[in-house]
């Protein structure tokens, strides 16, 4: 897999497109990623995308089969914490390890100037959670409240939170 970090010059109209298909979509095989019976609406938007890469907010990292994005992630740095969203592999490709090959990826860029990699994840999500722990994510015990109102979608179930879930670079 080739990976690239992306810029505003990049279309970004298909990492928006990947992004939502693999956190809201119901095609593909095993989708066990999907967070559509959990949340309806777009995980993200197009303005959101462009203004978190445009101000350096984010490094935005895709991986590329025959000129197309097929898998994405950002990282997010916060003093000695990376933050690792929009970890997003295109539907029709799960179940062979180009999540697994990406994120290794994203570790491999962090581990240059952090020395935890976080994520969050909605935790009514558990196979994404046990995705995590395998990969030697462990569970912080905090909890956050889902972004209401911040155009990733609206929750359909009550008390949707999410989890935060470490790993040592």
Same mark, same amino acid.
């Given at each position: 897999?080739?990976?690239?970090q992306?810029?505003?010059?990049d279309?970004?109209?298909e990492?928006v497109e990947l992004?939502n298909?693999?956190?809201r979509?119901?095609?593909?095989?095993?989708?066990?990623?999907?967070?559509a019976?959990l949340?309806?609406?777009?995980?993200l938007?197009?303005?959101?995308?462009?203004r978190?890469?445009?101000s350096g907010?984010?490094a935005?990292?895709?991986?590329?089969?025959?000129?197309?994005?097929?898998?994405c992630?950002?990282l997010k740095?916060?003093?000695? =914490?990376?933050?690792?969203?929009?970890?997003?592999?295109?539907?029709?490709?799960?179940?062979?390890?180009?999540?697994?090959?990406l994120?290794?990826m994203?570790?491999s860029?962090?581990?240059?100037y952090?020395?935890?990699?976080q =994520?969050?994840? =909605?935790?009514?999500?558990?196979?994404l959670?046990?995705?995590y722990e395998?990969?030697?994510?462990c569970?912080?015990g905090?909890?956050?409240?889902y972004? =209401?109102?911040?155009?990733?979608?609206?929750p359909i179930?009550?008390?949707?939170?999410?989890?935060?879930?470490?790993?040592?670079a």
């Open positions: 897999m080739k990976y690239r992306l810029s505003c010059q279309n970004l109209d990492i992004v298909a693999a956190y979509g119901v095609n593909g095989p095993g989708r066990w990623t999907t967070e019976h949340v309806q609406g777009d995980r938007q197009k303005v959101d995308l462009e978190q890469v445009s907010e984010i935005l990292y895709a991986g590329y089969r025959d000129a197309r994005p097929v898998c992630i950002a740095r916060d003093g000695e =914490v990376t933050e690792f969203g929009m970890f997003a592999v295109d539907p029709g490709l799960h179940g062979l390890g180009l999540g697994k090959q994120l290794d994203a570790e860029k962090a581990r240059q952090s020395g935890i990699f =994520v969050s994840v =909605v935790t009514q999500n558990a196979d959670i046990r995705f395998r990969r030697g994510y569970r912080t905090q909890t956050l409240a972004p =209401v109102g911040q155009r990733v979608g609206e179930i009550e008390d949707i939170s999410l989890t935060v879930l470490q790993k040592k």
